[in-house]
């Protein structure tokens, strides 16, 4: 291909890449190529954007139904869903080694996809037998209720004071017939004080004489003190007093000062804002959210009975749910009592919004979670959140717009999740835990039950996890539809170590039990001794 119409090609395509951008979220890309010696440059052209887009419609299939249609018997079906797609964009073109490789971007309706293969062969593999029971719970609130404080409280707090203590000793002495000694202790607490300077001396002085000797005394005291930004004082007192008739002297000076200061604040403001959301009787996410789901062909179940059953008039959501042992129970509650396979919880909550003074419209947005889960063994399948906005008359109008908008948003890829996790179900098997149970069981038994287990038709992944005289459990992959207690109670009845022996079982989801006798029975009381 000449050069230039190389670069002409990708500027124009590189144009329509810019205007589908927009749309990419709900698009497939395709990938064909074609020998660069088949033909000429439009033939060559062609046969990789046939290519193309036959990729993608086998993508979009796989998207929209879980079903794998590749295989060679399918392509009329994959002819005529192409047939229908109308907004395909070439993305790129190029040269790769011998082959002209081109890309398309295809726009997917997984409604119209659906609806072109309805009936078909193709939709005849598709395996409906799976139920999913809903639970929603919607509430309806303002953006003014949601930032109207409920609660504020403010605390503030400052502390501050010193502390100092002085147990200075000075002494002296000294040895003749007239001898004194004087020692002092003091102690000064200051809490607070502002700034001040403080000096002061005081000094006296006293003669006499009598007879031969003669006797002086001298006082001094000296106090000094300032205050900082913590109030700290500081003080110091010296104190001496002497009397001697000879030149031998002694000394004591001992100090000892201790001085501290604090200062400590703290600042707190806590605001708790209310919530107004208010549960509504009007299920408008869920009816929408249903309806787009059966475009699908998928099997939901009545959610208000199971809902009144199990919860009465509690409120729940996905909160409360995964936040507490309710859901365990619940979940087997939709497995046993309302025979569904899937379990889906969510909420919805409409916000209302201010009114538009330009077009008189009250503007809102919903917000809309769910979450669902195989009720056998608890497998997540799917789990999602969007938001849509709209704009109404009221608040009742704009309520059911934007759930309409954000149920539109989420149900194409739950139902291509749902689907998806039945369709790798059925190809790749579905773990189970086997158990055998017993008192005594001799390992001949033992091996037999194992042995068994490996030799069921179509089993796979077969592990031993505990093997002991109280019993053995198993994990295992079974394929196909049939009964998981048909398959493992023939296998293993049918082995000769089984031969004369009664067998029980038991089903939970996924967790097969078989005891020898009964399952259940109670433990025999021990022997009382004499």
Request: proline residues 2%.
């Amino acid at each position: 291909m000449p050069n230039l119409l190389k670069k002409t090609i990708c500027v124009a395509l590189g144009a329509l890449a810019l205007a589908g951008a927009a749309r990419a979220d709900d698009a497939v890309i395709g990938e064909g190529r074609a020998p660069l010696g088949a033909g000429n440059a439009s033939a060559i052209r062609g046969a990789a954007k046939q290519d193309a887009v036959r990729d993608a419609v086998l993508k979009a299939i796989k998207d929209a139904t879980a079903l794998d249609a590749s295989d060679e018997r399918f392509a009329p079906i994959v002819t005529e869903v192409a047939k229908q797609m109308r907004d395909v964009r070439v993305t790129s073109e190029e040269s790769v080694g011998g082959e002209f490789v081109t890309r398309v971007q295809v726009s997917v309706d997984r409604k119209q996809i659906k609806n072109a293969i309805r009936g078909t062969d193709l939709d005849k593999l598709s395996d409906r037998s799976f139920s999913i029971l809903m639970l929603v719970d919607e509430f309806m609130t303002s953006t003014r209720d949601l930032n109207m404080p409920l609660e504020e409280l403010v605390e503030l707090k400052y502390d501050a004071g010193s502390a100092f203590r002085d147990k200075s000793i000075k002494a002296s002495s000294a040895s003749s017939s007239n001898n004194s000694a004087a020692a002092y202790s003091g102690s000064l607490n200051a809490s607070s004080a502002s700034s001040a300077k403080i000096n002061a001396s005081s000094q006296s002085a006293a003669g006499l004489r009598s007879g031969g000797d003669s006797l002086n005394a001298s006082e001094q005291s000296s106090l000094q003190g300032s205050r900082s930004s913590a109030a700290a004082v500081s003080a110091k007192e010296n104190y001496s007093a002497a009397s001697a008739s000879k030149s031998q002297r002694a000394s004591v000076d001992a100090r000892n000062v201790a001085a501290s200061s604090h200062e400590t604040a703290s600042y707190k403001h806590l605001v708790k804002y209310q919530d107004t959301s208010k549960p509504t009787n009007r299920p408008l996410f869920l009816n929408e959210f249903a309806g787009k789901l059966r475009d699908y062909d998928l099997r939901l179940l009545d959610s208000m009975n199971a809902k009144s059953k199990f919860f009465g008039d509690k409120a729940i959501n996905l909160t409360l749910l995964g936040n507490t042992a309710e859901m365990a129970k619940f979940s087997e509650f939709a497995r046993t009592k309302a025979n569904a396979d899937f379990l889906m919880v969510g909420s919805a909550t409409v916000i209302a919004g201010e009114r538009n003074n330009a077009t008189g419209e009250m503007g809102c947005v919903a917000n809309a979670e769910v979450k669902a889960f195989a009720t056998a063994g608890g497998e997540m399948i799917a789990s999602m959140a969007e938001s849509a906005q709209a704009s109404g008359p009221n608040i009742e109008g704009c309520a059911a717009l934007a759930a309409q908008k954000a149920a539109r948003l989420m149900a194409p890829s739950f139902a291509s999740s749902a689907l998806g996790y039945w369709a790798d179900r059925a190809a790749r098997g579905r773990q189970y835990t086997v158990e055998f149970k017993g008192s005594n069981l001799a390992l001949p038994v033992r091996m037999a039950f194992a042995k068994a287990l490996r030799d069921i038709d179509g089993a796979s992944a077969v592990e031993k996890k505990e093997d002991g005289p109280d019993g053995v459990k198993v994990t295992l992959t079974l394929k196909g539809k049939g009964d998981a207690m048909e398959q493992v109670y023939g296998a293993v009845s049918s082995q000769p170590a089984f031969s004369g022996k009664n067998l029980d079982g038991t089903v939970e989801g996924e967790l097969v039990t078989l005891c020898l006798d009964k399952c259940g029975a109670p433990a025999k009381a021990p022997a009382k001794k004499k």
